[in-house]
């Protein structure tokens, strides 16, 4: 069954730790991306990889750090940098082609207790 | 740079009457522009898109878009709403290539029996 995982589906972060979300994907997708959702804010690009071994930053990428070394995994760290991370985290993968629409996972749940 | 617009953050509609949600757009080429639908707590789904060609576009579940170039706009446009499209929606847009998406703020539909 093709799709992309995120996990886990809840995580509680105390201040000044970092955390790792998982994200993984069997659609042999070339580019994958993070998304941050805050309520009224829609989606904000954190980082994102169009092939492996190579990423870019987004619009609030600062406190955060990914890496992509296989094709279908693009964990996301969020290190004690990020100031307020209580968040709902998305991860998305596509084809390269402009076209192409994005597949979600059903995010991550972040909370800094 | 490229941007999206979506105006009304809520819009309300009985059941069984047609429903319009807005969206507007920048790029600075041609646009790829999509429609994706997020229910509560989970991640987004795609609904259509538009490439190129016909300017009504048809998708999932009965909805359909409108490109329409001289305005810039990219509207969703359902004839008969269900309780069940009750949900929030997001339009993005890619410019050509570029290898990202940039996504409005969302509007949240309520439909009501």
């Known amino acids: 069954d093709g799709g992309i995982t995120q996990s886990p589906k809840y995580l509680f972060r105390k201040e000044g730790q970092n955390v790792t979300l998982s994200c993984e994907q069997n659609?042999?997708?070339?580019?994958m991306y993070w998304y941050r959702q805050d309520p009224g804010q829609g989606l904000r690009l954190i980082y994102y990889?169009?092939?492996?071994?190579?990423?870019q930053k987004g619009d609030i990428a600062e406190g955060y750090s990914v890496s992509r070394e296989k094709k279908e995994s693009f964990p996301l760290t969020v290190t004690s940098a990020q100031k307020n991370p209580t968040a709902f985290y998305l991860c998305?993968?596509?084809?390269?082609?402009?076209?192409?629409?994005?597949?979600f996972g059903q995010g991550t749940r972040l909370t800094v207790v | 740079a490229q941007s999206v617009a979506q105006p009304e953050d809520q819009v309300n509609v009985a059941e069984g009457n047609p429903l319009t949600v807005k969206c507007t757009y920048s790029?600075?080429?041609?646009?790829?522009l999509f429609w994706y639908v997020q229910y509560p707590n989970r991640g987004l789904q795609f609904l259509l898109k538009?490439?190129?060609?016909?300017?009504l576009v048809k998708g999932s579940y009965g909805f359909e878009a409108e490109f329409n170039k001289s305005q810039t706009s990219f509207h969703l446009k359902k004839p008969s709403a269900l309780v069940s499209d009750s949900a929030l929606y997001f339009c993005?847009?890619?410019?050509?290539?570029?290898?990202?998406?940039?996504f409005g703020d969302g509007t949240t539909l309520t439909v009501k029996p």
């Open positions: 998305a993968s596509s084809t390269r082609q402009g076209g192409a629409e994005a597949f």
């Open positions: 659609l042999n997708h070339d580019a």
């Open positions: 990889s169009q092939i492996v071994n190579d990423f």
């Open positions: 790029v600075s080429g041609n646009p790829y």
């Open positions: 538009y490439i190129t060609g016909d300017n």
């Open positions: 993005a847009v890619r410019d050509g290539d570029a290898g990202k998406s940039t």
